[in-house]
């Protein structure tokens, strides 16, 4: 579980709406996740300086959310991370202007095979 965070108001209005579906980030020495399947796709638009939330739902059986595709952190940076509810939530710091995608693939376990993905895309002016 992760560590308790405040969540704004705001914050949890976009981790509602970013909701498309643990986000157990991929260690170093994970395999890297193959072709990702269709999948929602969310966009969201903020400042510089703005936290960013989004949302996967938890899931049994031993399957994981993984990030799957690199992003920039210069551009946007994890800060957080929780269980709420039937969902993890990262939180994310919006650092400068530019466009990131994020990409999160459900693996079971550390494999390479994406069982489900979600894609977010944030773009920060």
Request: glycine share 12%; charged share 15%; aromatic share 4%.
């Amino acid at each position: 579980m992760g560590m308790p965070i405040r969540i704004s108001r705001g914050v949890a209005a976009l981790a509602a709406v970013a909701a498309l579906g643990g986000a157990a980030a991929a260690r170093a020495s994970a395999p890297p996740v193959g072709p990702l399947p269709a999948g929602p796709h969310a966009t969201v638009t903020t400042k510089a300086g703005q936290l960013v939330a989004v949302a996967l739902p938890h899931r049994s059986g031993g399957r994981v959310w993984r990030v799957a595709r690199p992003f920039n952190g210069s551009v946007l940076r994890q800060v957080g991370e929780a269980d709420v509810g039937s969902n993890v939530v990262i939180v994310f710091k919006a650092v400068r202007r530019g466009a990131v995608t994020l990409s999160y693939a459900l693996t079971r376990g550390e494999t390479t095979k994406a069982l489900e993905a979600r894609t977010f895309t944030v773009r920060i002016r």
